[in-house]
């Protein structure tokens, strides 16, 4: 299943994967600008140069990481098609149709790809190897889930538990395991997630640069904002202030009672003053994602509504503390929790709708979430959105959102809180 943030990261490879953009997903939509830009979007500069592709050295050891984890979990090998694993071992963008492509990955032995016949050229211009590398190919009228067990068979597998990565197409998962009755097919996320939840010094590089670029185009869109301004006009100079910057991304935007629905609303909406304005998304920078919500108000907010503001800043903050190594996942989504419960705003999900936080790589959600009942253990490199929220249905929401890695000594946002609804850019 496509998240939004897995439609962000299509943006840039839209043309491969023929996936349709996030704004229509989201069932709005944001018209291109005509016209001089804004000055505070025409200034900003393109920071492409600053984003560093993962090597070629780095994809070599994620191999060997999912070789130890699958002897450790009794895996003989894994079955990885088109989407953002694929992309994660091989640095090849690759989608899904009817006919199966896949990367298996076996414990031992080189992996190798299962391809329709007429595909290869283009699969050998991709694959790491090129022209050395194995690809087994099949003919339309040939069986092509049994070459799944012919390539694991020529590496003296020839039984065992094959695991399928999580978002394969239920029709491939289904043929491998029919075609294939000597191997027990069953589920890689604890190899998939067991590579990707850690990241690498090089991969939290992008995502910190995701992130700086994600505020810099939000302030930039937030000092050109004006009452009246539809909300699908500020999602279009946000997505016009991420093409200055030199990346793809979107964010959807919500005003007053709709910022009280999560992930918004298709209804037509305006920016006013003194209302509440929530905007949410990121970019993809390499592949890596950002996912930052900023809530703020033109003009002068009501009491109410600095309160509110102010118990999910004290929120965010309270799970900051509680996350790092060794703590249990759960243990940092209450610690939010409390704070807003205590102010009044609870029980459990009552006005506080949705989980923590979800973890982040080059899906804008992948394992771990930050969820009541993950016993899972926090480890340093792992990366979650830490967004608390109080969504008050028919008034207002407010969202504060930030990404967090976790050290050996705790956690650290990627980017600097919000401190105000007034100046929500402001350093502390």
Not at 188 to 216: H, N, W
């Amino acid at each position: 299943m496509w998240t939004r943030r897995d439609l962000l990261a299509a943006a840039g490879v839209g043309a491969v994967l023929n996936v349709p953009p996030l704004r229509a997903q989201r069932g709005g939509g944001s018209p291109g600008m005509t016209g001089p830009l804004p000055p505070a979007i025409a200034a900003l500069k393109s920071r492409k140069n600053e984003a560093v592709p993962i090597s070629n050295a780095e994809r070599e050891q994620r191999f060997e990481r999912a070789r130890e984890l699958m002897a450790k979990n009794k895996i003989e090998a894994i079955c990885i098609p088109g989407g953002t694993t694929l992309t994660y071992f091989t640095g090849m963008r690759w989608g899904n149709s009817e006919r199966i492509f896949s990367l298996v990955i076996p414990r031992r032995g080189k992996p190798f790809y299962v391809s329709p016949a007429f595909e290869e050229d283009r699969v050998r211009e991709q694959v790491p190897g090129g022209k050395d590398a194995r690809i087994y190919t099949w003919q339309e009228d040939d069986n092509a889930y049994s070459m799944v067990g012919k390539g694991l068979r020529d590496v003296d597998i020839l039984s065992g538990a094959v695991g399928i990565e999580e978002k394969t197409p239920f029709v491939f998962a289904d043929g491998i395991g029919k075609a294939n009755p000597k191997y027990q097919v069953t589920n890689a996320t604890v190899i998939t997630a067991g590579c990707r939840a850690r990241k690498s010094p090089a991969e939290l590089a992008l995502m910190r640069l995701a992130c700086s670029v994600t505020i810099d185009a939000y302030e930039a869109a937030w000092k050109s904002c004006k009452e009246g301004m539809t909300t699908r006009a500020f999602s279009a100079l946000i997505g016009q202030a991420f093409t200055q910057l030199g990346f793809p991304g979107f964010a959807s935007v919500e005003v007053g009672e709709y910022s009280a629905l999560p992930h918004g609303s298709v209804q037509p909406q305006q920016i006013k003053e003194g209302t509440i304005v929530l905007i949410d998304d990121g970019c993809t920078v390499e592949g890596y994602q950002s996912d930052i919500s900023r809530t703020f108000v033109l003009g002068k907010p009501t009491d109410k509504m600095k309160q509110v503001f102010e118990i999910v800043h004290r929120a965010q903050s309270a799970a900051l503390k509680a996350a790092g190594p060794g703590v249990q996942c759960q243990m940092v989504d209450a610690a939010a929790r409390k704070v807003i419960v205590d102010a009044g705003f609870g029980p459990g999900y009552k006005y506080f709708t949705h989980r923590l936080g979800h973890g982040m790589g080059m899906d804008g959600h992948e394992w771990p979430y930050l969820v009541k009942g993950n016993t899972q253990p926090l480890e340093p490199g792992m990366v979650f959105s830490d967004e608390p929220g109080i969504y008050i249905p028919g008034e207002f929401g407010v969202r504060l959102e930030d990404d967090m890695v976790i050290t050996e000594k705790g956690a650290e946002l990627l980017t600097a809180q919000s401190p105000s609804l007034e100046r929500p850019f402001d350093k502390a």
